[in-house]
Structure formats: C-alpha cells, structure tokens
C-alpha cells in the first residue's frame, strides 16, 4: 500500500526541535547542564566562609582554568557562551511549548479542577521567568558589579559582603533560590522523566533525589546571605 | 403495518453452496474451485462493509490488504469501541497446546453439540480449521494474549468442555482481539485503502437489479442522509439481543442494518434463537439501563443456592444451612453448579417464579463464596476473581466476600441472524453477512468463547477468500446513482425520519423499548410457551401502533439527535420481536437456547424434535404480507444428534 | 436524593454553549452517573426540551466512549469511567458541574459529546504491527518473555477514552499515545517497526494539535484504565532511541 509515500527524512535535530518531546528534551539537557554549573558554583559559593584570601584567589583561579592551553579567562567565556545558549535554549523551547500547550486547551474548565499537581509542578513557568530575571540581574550585580554597590573587579568577596548588607538584596536573592529550589524540585525528576531515564521502579527514587538536591542546592546558596547577614562572614 | 400472526410455507433452500465430499475437505475444495479476481482488477472494485467489531474489522483490513476499495461505517465515534470489545472470557482454538486431545474435530464435534445440532456440519468444521489461524494472525498483531513463564501461550477451559482450548488476555480477550483488528484497520485508513466513515449508521440497503449495490446513510452529527454505492456489501453489524432492552449488549447495538437487508429481500434465519447467560448482576431498579455480565468461571467455586422458603426477606448470612435450597447441586448431582448456561438460567428462573427469588423484585439467585472461602482462603479466592468482585461491588456496594453476591440471567447473545450460504452470502446477491449478524454457526446455543472465533473466522479468512469469486464473476460496472431504486431507498428512509419526527406524542423513545424488552423477556425469554408467544403476537402490533401514534421525538433530523437514533431502532425492534415470537412459536420442539415448555422431558429437560425440526428457519420477509418461511433440511453425517442430558 | 445540575449545553461545533442549570429528583445512590442523566433526559423529552447528549455504549467501562468532566474531574471523583461512576459517591442535596472534555483537539460536536478522531489518526500513524492476514507465523514460533508480555497487556489496556487529554493542563496526548508505543514496542513482534512507529505517532500526535507534556501527572491520575506516568519516560526513551538511530520516520 502507498505506506512509503509520505516518507521523509528530515535531519534528526531538525525532527527533536520541531517535535514537543523533541523541544521538551532540549529543555531537560539545558536544564541539567545548567544544574550542573550551579552544583559547582554552590560549592564554590561555599568557600566563601574561609575568608576572602581564599575567596578571591578561587575567582582568581577560576580565570586560569586551562591554561596554558587556554588563554587567560578563556574557560570562562567558553563556560559563559554554553550557559547563554543554554539559557536562550531553554527560555525559548519553554516559550514556544508552553504557548502550544494553552492553545492545546483554549477553553477553560468552568469548574476549575482541584489542584492535585505539586505547588513545584505548577510554578515551573514563572518560577522559571522568575529565575531568567534574576540570572541578568545577578550577572550586572556580581559579574560585572554595574548594580553592585561597591562593583569592584577581582574582590567578589567584598562585593558580596557589600551586597547583602542591602535588605531589599537579600531579599532578591532568597526569593530568588526558594524559586530555584522549587524549579529544581519538579525539574530534576522532570528532566529523568522526558529524557527516558524514568520507570516505575526508579520513579520513587528520583523524586526523593530531586527533593534532596533541591534542598540542598537552597539551603548551599542561601547560606550566603545568611551569613553575611548576621556577621559570620563580613 | 405487517402483521406477523400467520405465516406461508415457501420453496425448501436446496443449495446452499457447500461443496461436497469428506467433511474435512470442503473449505479447500470451495477455495480452489472460487474464481479469483486479477489484483490489478481489485482496485476498481468496492466492497461497503457496514460494522467495525471482530467481524467487520477483521474484513475491512483484510480486503483492502488484498487491494480492495473499502468504504467502511460504524456508528460508534471511533472503530474501536465495537461492542466486541465488551468480551471478556476468550477465545477457542483447536491447537492442542496442551496435548490434552484436542484437535479440528473435536472443535467441531464440540460445537455441533453445544448448538444442541441445529447448525450445518460443514460450516462448522470451517471454523474449527480456522480457528487456528486465527490465533497466529492476533499473535503476529501483537495482541497480549496470557502466557506462562516459559513464554509460551497459557489457555483454560470453558463451558463445559473438557480441552483446555480457550486463549484469553485476562478478562479483557474481545478487548485485546478487537483492537488487533482495529490498529490493522487504521493502518489501511491511514494508507487511504479504507475510507472510514464513524458516526455514520446505515438506514437501508440499496439493491439495483437483484444485487446489493450500496446503502442509505446517515451521518449521525449533521443529519446529512447519503448514498454510497459499491461493487458488493457486507453487514457486520453484531447481534439483536438488544430487542429484549435489558441484555449484556452494549447500549447502541441494534438491529437495524440487518433488519432493512431483511426487509428488502435477505432472509433472516432462527429469529428466536438467543442465548440466556445464568451470572449477571441483577437489575437494582427501574433506572437499570442495561445488564453487567460477570464471567460465567465464578461458577467454579461459588454455590448456589435460594432460601427454601417463599418471601424469605432475611440478609442471607441469617439464613441457616439447612433453611437454604442449593438447588442446582439438587437437581444436577453430578454437575451441580456448572450445568451449561441455559440450563442453569432456566432454574434460577424457575425458583424466581416459585417466588423463592431474592433482592429487588425477587429477581435474583444467590452466588455464594463462603465455602470457597473457608476451603482455599480469602487470598486465595480474590487471586482469582478479585476484578470480578471489585467490579461486582463498584456495581453494587455489596462485599461478595462477605455477603453473597446476587445473580440472575441475562439476554446475551443472539445465534439467530440474516441467513447465508456456505459463502457468507445472503439471499440477495452481492450481500454478505458475517459475525454474529449472520445465523451461520452456532445452531441453537453458542458455546462460550465461540463468537470471537466465529467472528474472527469469517472477517480475517473466510469472507475475504469467498466474495472473490462473486466479484470475479460479477465484474465492475459503475452502479446508477439515478437508478429509481436509489432514489427510492433514500426516499423511504427520509420519510420515516419525518415521520417519527411528526408523531409529537406524550410518550418517550425509551418508554417503548422498556415495555417491549419486558414483554419479550417475559414470554419469549427462557421458557416459551404457546399461550404467552400468542399474547406477545396481539402485543406487539398494538405497541407498534401505538408507537407510531404517542412517540416523541424531540429536535430535528439534521442535527446529533440521540433520541431519533434511538427511536428509529426502536422503530425496527418492534417488527423484528414480532418475527422471534412466530418462529418461536412455529419451532414447538425445545432446542439450545430456545425452550418451549409443551416439550420437556418427564425431568424438565429440552426435548428435541428432530423428526420435524431438524432444519434451519429461513423467513422471507412478506411485504404486506405474511412472512415465508423457507425451511433448509439440516445433514448429520460425522455428529450424530443425541439427547443432551446433564442430570 | 435530589440534586442540582449544571451542564454544558452546546448545540453544535459553530454555535456558543453555556453552563444551564437542572434539577433532578428521587435519585437512587445505586444509579450510574449516565442513569442519572437518563432520567434527566427523559424528563426533558417530555417537558419539549432537547435531552442532554453525550457519548456512551457499553456502559461497562471497556469501550471509552462516555467520558464527562465531573466537577472538574475527568470521569469525576472515583478512579473509573462515568459509566461505572454511581450515585452513591455523591450526597443529597449536592450541586454538580458536568462538562464535555476540553482540548483544541477534540472539538464539541454537541453538549458533551465532543470529537476525539484525533486519538484514531495518532494511530493510524504506527499504532499497528504489519502482519497482514495470512502471513502470520505460528504462534509458538516467538515465545515472548512473561514480563514482557504483562507489560504489554497493561499498556494494551487504554480505552482511548481521552481522559488524560481532558485532564492534562494542556491538553496532552502523552499517556494514550505512550500506552500503544510501550504495548507493541515491548514485544518482539513489534520489534521491527519499533522506531518508525515511534517517530510516525509522535509527528501524528504533534500535528493533530495536542499540547506538549510538563510531566504534570494529571493524566495517569485520571486515566480509568491506571497506564502509568513512567510510560510516558519509556516513550520518551523510545523516541528519543529513534532519533539517534535515524530510522526514517513520517512527518
Ligand atoms: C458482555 C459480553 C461478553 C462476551 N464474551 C464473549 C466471550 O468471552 N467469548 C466469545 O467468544 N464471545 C463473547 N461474547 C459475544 C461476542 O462478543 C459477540 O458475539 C461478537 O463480538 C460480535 O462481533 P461482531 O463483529 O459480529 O459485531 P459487533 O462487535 O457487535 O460490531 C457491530 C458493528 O456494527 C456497527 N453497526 C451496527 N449497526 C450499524 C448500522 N446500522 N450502521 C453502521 N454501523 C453499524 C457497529 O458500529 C459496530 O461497529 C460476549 C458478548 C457480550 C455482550
Ligand atoms: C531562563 C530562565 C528559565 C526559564 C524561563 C525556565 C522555564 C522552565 C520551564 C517552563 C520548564 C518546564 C517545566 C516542565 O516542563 O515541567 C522548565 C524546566 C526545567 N528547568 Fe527551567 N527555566 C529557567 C531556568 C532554569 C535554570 C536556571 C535551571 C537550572 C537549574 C533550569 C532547570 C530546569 C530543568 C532541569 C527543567 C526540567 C526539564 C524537563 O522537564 O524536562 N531552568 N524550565
Ligand atoms: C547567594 C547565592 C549566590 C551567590 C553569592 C553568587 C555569587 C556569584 C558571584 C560572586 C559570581 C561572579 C563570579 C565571578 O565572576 O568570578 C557569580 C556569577 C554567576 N552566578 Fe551566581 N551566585 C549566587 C547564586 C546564583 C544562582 C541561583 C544562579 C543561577 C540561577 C547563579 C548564576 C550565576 C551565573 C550564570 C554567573 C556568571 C558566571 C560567569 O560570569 O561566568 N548564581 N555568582
Ligand atoms: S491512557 Fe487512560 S485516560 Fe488516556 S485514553 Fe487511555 S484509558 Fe483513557
Ligand atoms: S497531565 Fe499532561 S503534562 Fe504530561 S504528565 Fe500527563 S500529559
Ligand atoms: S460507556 Fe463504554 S466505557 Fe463508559
């Protein structure tokens, strides 16, 4: 039967960016490589409580990855450049998906369904906007120090001790993180789920993973403005 | 209006196409000896098939496999919701997996017996051949059937038989083997080989110079009535039990394809063949809008049994032993609970009428698991029939471990139907029936398991490899859609939706069909007698007069309209019941599934009469007059008739 | 008991709907959902106005054809079909909102009955093993292993009522469509078609205008026939196998 006449052989990643479990999963490898890079940093973050000698000098460290085969900051911007096109990636397949996904029900339920899903499950896409703002803001505040009140290239240290002095900063920043928290919450799971890693006997697992890493990744971060705040690291 | 009172005596059915020689022989010899048309050829030529379950579905795919046109309808929404779907227990195949002695004749051996021999030889041993096809086609299809360990097919045995030959997917097998069908199906919609037509019901045959050449139908959401023209038709369109209102069948089955192709000359055969199933949940009140069948293997384990005293209303765990009436175990010692279906319908009837009945209205026996219980352990008992218990008391709110659980009998199954030749074909040319709208297997009872295997058969093998040959010799020539003919169908079908769109009456739709269902129930139900089927025969003329006077019919034709669906089907149940109780009272002998009280033996059991009835009635339907019944002389050759005897 | 209704009523596709609202007398807890509005509609049948419609057969809960958004619940409170929903889970006196299912998918034909072809196209798109009849092998030929055979039966279960769709917050076809993958997909009798059947249902079900998955759960929640969520991984697993082998797929 004429079966083979709509055959087509469309390049594989052109099928995963136009298919939604294609985009979903371009969502999910951003997501866990951008989950990666704040592991690392978290724990960077960390060394924060040895002073800042040690703090600095970790930044400082941090521009000398690679070399010599790499030039001076150059890791760093590779790194940068990965992270941006993970962000782009990730905001754009979230905004195409989810403008589908509300044309997929363009009539509301009258009676509105009893909200079953987790707290976490249905903040993802303005905890995710949430997120995406704070990312730009953060960059201006401690990458580049333009928002930062004191802003002064090689002494992040400084700069953040000087930042969470600011009340409404710290307030930024812990709204900030519990968003975080709960993106990862419903994402981590979220991403085991869509790129297949997911089955009935790992499922309880891997939300009990992504609940630990959630927590975990919070509280690491949001031990920070903690302790600038109440004068264990000033 | 017809008046079916009476009735003439045609011309005997002389041929009907079997060939002859050794049983065993007969389907490769009709193979062989079938012209075959030139698959260049089969592109021009299209073939309607009216139905998606087993049968239709199965057919559908396999001829626009072969190449085809299919032009396909359901009235469901989607092919898949057939209402073969609803089967739960299995299907039979003679592959003796188990080396426990079963093999193609004792199938047919089997089968023969089981329809209590009124069914024809060689269409039987057919089906017992193909029957194991049948198993490797679902199989390569991907339908779960249950497996053991080994990974090899696991089977069970059913209704009495002593092979274990029945395959099943859990109590989910019509389900599983439907949707085989179905995925095959869409494959050859998807591929454009089948133009599927859903939402769509058939109202009335076309038939151009004696042939089938099309249909009148209407598509159910706009109303719009249409005329589809074709090389040959096939109705697959299920079963009738419907008539009786309250039956296992789904809500929407219906009889009118098959009733239409009557009326415009197919014959219907053994109208008032239908089988009564023992365990089904009892009706809980008036509201009851149709019937739950639980699997007849519940009577494995549980006993049953009614108070011993009339209008006995106490909960029955305070009943003591010896105040309780195990009244199968009683009268069948040596069967006890599993005597075959009709036969155990019939006693918890009769106890019912003793007044001995419990629950609502006295309609209902005890099905009680508490010896099981104590003999094999709670555990043990809900391993097995745990779903059925969860399904009986989602139904009920009643914990069958607990209390018994209430049953009582239920139209089910229908072995009456449009009557065909060893081809499938109707008795208008170029009209096939196949599935459980033909009457061709199953005689006066059905076997458990055997409808889905019939079905299959005929969908998958036999009719694909039969209309060949009325197609070769019939080649294509492009039916006139401005032939009279046509435009009389379609003239005849808008008429009478006018008409009941007219009436305006103070009655509804279904006030019609619960009173005709209960007088059929009563008197053409599990025991018949002369007097009752008379009474039904003065009944049904005036319910149908009255029903084209007092009926109401809310909306317009040209919109989804339930209710005018609903009350043209009505429309045609009044005249079909009308033909079950005359064949019924025709046929004074008892058989199968039909039991006429004037013949019983001293212990209460059917009494054949083979001397007279040894034949398959055939009726033509009779214009304005009386319907014709053609008589087609039943052959024993291999399966000598015996007096079937359970006690 | 008595009850207060209010029911979408729709009269067809082109024309708008609203919530209206009916009462109902004298319900018996021991009828089913679809009893109840039986006797609604009788009711309304004589009193001259158009009976509610909605879809139903079997009323067994194994066709999928009925299926109403019961107080906003898909197939309402308990965890089966509406047909197999009874009264007795409600309280007299309770006042019950009945909508069609809803999903840019799956059209309103009429009050509640709404158009779920949809879900047949995704199908037809790799939701079958090609064996054409006749040509099967014998059925021991391919022993199947135990497991995977149970697999694939509690995946061959779906109804195709479109519960999951009605109750995914958007609109998804991710569980019906991962239930006919992993039933034919764990089989070794679907094993040569394994990747292009993949590809073809997830194009199909893309293009038929069902949302994407945000692995809510709502779904398998609702779905009466209790196909799980990690379903929806293997699928994933499965599609995303099919990419890296390049098998053609249909778009
Ligand atoms: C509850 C129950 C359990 C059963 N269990 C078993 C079992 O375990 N084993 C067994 O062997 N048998 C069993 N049976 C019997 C068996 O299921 C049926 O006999 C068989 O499925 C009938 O199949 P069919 O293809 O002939 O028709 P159906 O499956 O009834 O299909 C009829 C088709 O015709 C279409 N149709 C009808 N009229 C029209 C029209 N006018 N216009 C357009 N389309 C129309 C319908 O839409 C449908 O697609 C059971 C039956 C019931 C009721
Ligand atoms: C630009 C800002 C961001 C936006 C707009 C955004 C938005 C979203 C949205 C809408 C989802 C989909 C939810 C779902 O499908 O279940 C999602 C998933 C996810 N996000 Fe983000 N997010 C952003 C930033 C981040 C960051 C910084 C991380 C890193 C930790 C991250 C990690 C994830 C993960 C792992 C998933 C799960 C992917 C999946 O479900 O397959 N996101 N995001
Ligand atoms: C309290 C918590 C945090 C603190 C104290 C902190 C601190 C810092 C500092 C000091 C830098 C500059 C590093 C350098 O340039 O050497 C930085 C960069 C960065 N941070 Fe954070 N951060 C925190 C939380 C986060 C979170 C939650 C995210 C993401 C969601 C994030 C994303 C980034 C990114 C993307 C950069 C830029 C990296 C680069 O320029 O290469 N940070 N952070
Ligand atoms: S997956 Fe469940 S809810 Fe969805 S169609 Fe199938 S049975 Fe219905
Ligand atoms: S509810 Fe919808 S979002 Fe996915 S998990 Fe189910 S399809
Ligand atoms: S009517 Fe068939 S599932 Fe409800």
Known sequence: ?234 | MTSYSDFTVGAPIADTKAPDGPVAERWDRRRFEAKLVNPANRRKLTVIVVGTGLAGGAAGATLAEQGYRVVQFCYQDSPRRAHSIAAQGGINAAKDYRNDGDSVHRLFYDTVKGGDFRSRESNVHRLAQVSVQIIDQCVAQGVPFAREYGGLLDTRSFGGVQVSRTFYARGQTGQQLLLGAYQALSRQIDAGAVEMHPRTEMLDLVVIDGRARGIVARDLVTGRISVHLADAVVLATGGYGNVFHLSTNAKNSNATAIWRAHRRGAYFANPCYTQIHPTCIPRSGDHQSKLTLMSESLRNDGRIWVPRAKGDTRPPQQIPEHERDYYLERIYPSFGNLVPRDIASRAAKNVCDEGRGVGPGGQGVYLDFADAIDRMGREKVAEKYGNLFEMYERITAEDPYTRPMRIYPAVHYTMGGLWVDYDLQTTVPGLFAIGEANFSDHGANRLGASALMQGLADGYFVLPATIGDYLARHPHQEADPGHPAVAEAVADTEDRLALLLSVDGDRTPESFHRELGALLWEECGMARNDAGLRKALDRIPQLREEFWRRVRVPGTGTELNQQLEKANRIADHLELAELMCLDALHRTESCGGHFREESQTPDGEARRDDEHFSYVAAWEHGGDGAPVLHREELAFEYVHPTQRSYA | MNLTLRIWRQRSSEQAGAMTTYEVRDISPDMSFLEMLDVLNEELILRGEDPVAFDHDCREGICGACGMVINGQAHGPERTTTCQLHMRHFQDGDTIDVEPWRAAAFPVVRDLVVDRSAFDRVIGAGGYITAPTGSAPEAHATPVPKEAADTAFEHAECIGCGACVAACPNGSAMLFTSAKVVHLNSLPQGAPERESRVLGMVAAMDEQGFGGCTNTGECATACPKGIPLPSIAAMNREYLRALRKGAPGRV
């Open chain 1, 1 to 234: 039967m004429a079966l083979a006449t709509r055959t087509a052989h469309p390049s594989a990643l052109r099928t995963l960016w136009g298919s939604t479990i294609g985009k979903k999963t371009v969502m999910a490898g951003t997501g866990v490589i951008m989950l990666l890079f704040l592991i690392a940093h978290m724990l960077g973050n960390l060394k924060i409580f040895f002073g800042p000698g040690d703090f600095n000098s970790y930044a400082a460290w941090l521009r000398t990855i690679g070399q010599p085969v790499l030039h001076h900051s150059w890791y760093l911007w590779l790194q940068r450049t990965a992270l941006v096109a993970c962000v782009v990636l990730h905001g754009v397949a979230a905004y195409q998906l989810s403008r589908r996904d509300r044309a997929a029900r363009p009539q509301r339920y009258a009676h509105r369904q009893p909200a079953r899903g987790s707290y976490a499950t249905r903040t993802m896409r303005w905890g995710g906007v949430i997120l995406g703002l704070f990312i730009v803001w953060h960059i201006l505040d401690l990458t580049t120090g333009t928002l930062n009140p004191r802003g002064e290239a090689g002494h992040p240290y400084e700069d953040i001790v000087a930042d969470f002095q600011v009340w409404y900063v710290d307030l930024i920043y812990i709204a900030a993180m519990l968003a975080l928290g709960l993106h990862i919450r419903h994402g981590f799971w979220s991403a085991a789920q869509t790129l297949g890693a997911n089955s009935r006997t790992r499922d309880r697992a891997l939300k009990a993973a992504a609940n630990v890493l959630a927590a975990v990744l919070t509280a690491g971060f949001v031990l920070v403005p903690v302790a600038v705040m109440t004068g264990l690291v000033n």
